[in-house]
């Protein structure tokens, strides 16, 4: 079955403890991105990656980090977790790089992070 | 990416037709505009695209009058299943690769 696949769904825990949170596709997308949704603010984009070893800044990146070292794997870093980073997290993907806006984004089931 | 406008929220009862329109108004010659949906504890999923005129899938319609700088997804008699987020995207078809979602339209259908 097609999807993306987002691990752990549900994680607290502290302050400054860095944490990784995988994404993976299993339908040989070049795009894959990840969002946070919080409420009152929507979806906003934090990091994309247009290909391998090609990452980009979103327009939250601050305190996260990506890599992207395989087509499939899209991890997101946080370094030292902080309390403004409790949220919802989505990771997607889309076939092609290039015009992005016109594919369809496949999300994953998302993860919930609480930073205590 | 042009900046879009949605209602916060809308209610309907089962079995209505309902219409989100969504505000664009700086809609470039380009743009495409994508409408998704939002179930809760899910992640969005893509419902219909369109460019100028009418389009139409199994699940919605969606409309854009000739100046397309509006456009307004219709779901044809709805059920409470359809009780959801619904986000209205446009963007480049020529690689803007940021994409930005905005805080959709929450629509709760009454039984």
């Known amino acids: 079955e097609a999807q993306v696949t987002q691990n752990p769904r549900y994680l607290i825990t502290v302050t400054g403890k860095k944490l990784t949170v995988t994404c993976s596709q299993n339908?040989?997308?070049?795009?894959m991105s990840w969002y946070r949704q919080d409420p009152g603010l929507g979806l906003r984009q934090i990091y994309y990656s247009m290909n391998v070893e090609v990452t980009d800044k979103g327009d939250v990146p601050e305190g996260y980090k990506v890599s992207r070292k395989e087509k499939r794997n899209f991890p997101l870093i946080l370094e030292s977790p902080s309390p403004n980073q409790t949220s919802l997290y989505f990771c997607?993907?889309?076939?092609?790089?290039?015009?992005?806006?016109?594919?369809?984004?496949?999300f994953g089931d998302g993860t919930r992070l609480s930073i205590l | 990416l042009a900046k879009t406008t949605q209602p916060i929220s809308m209610d309907s009862y089962e079995g209505q037709e309902v219409n989100i329109t969504c505000s664009h108004n700086?809609?470039?010659?380009?743009?495409?505009i994508t409408w998704y949906q939002q179930f809760p504890s899910q992640g969005p999923r893509f419902i219909i695209q369109g460019y100028k005129t009418k389009v139409t899938n199994e699940v919605a319609s969606l409309f854009i009058p000739a100046d397309r700088k509006s456009s307004t997804l219709s779901l044809p008699r709805v059920s409470l299943s359809d009780t959801a987020v619904y986000y209205c995207l446009v963007g480049d078809y020529f690689g803007n690769e940021k994409l930005t979602f905005g805080t959709g339209t929450r629509l709760t259908i009454i039984p």
């Open positions: 997607a993907s889309s076939l092609f790089a290039g015009s992005v806006a016109h594919q369809p984004q496949h």
């Open positions: 700086n809609i470039a010659t380009n743009d495409y």
């Open positions: 339908m040989n997308h070049e795009y």
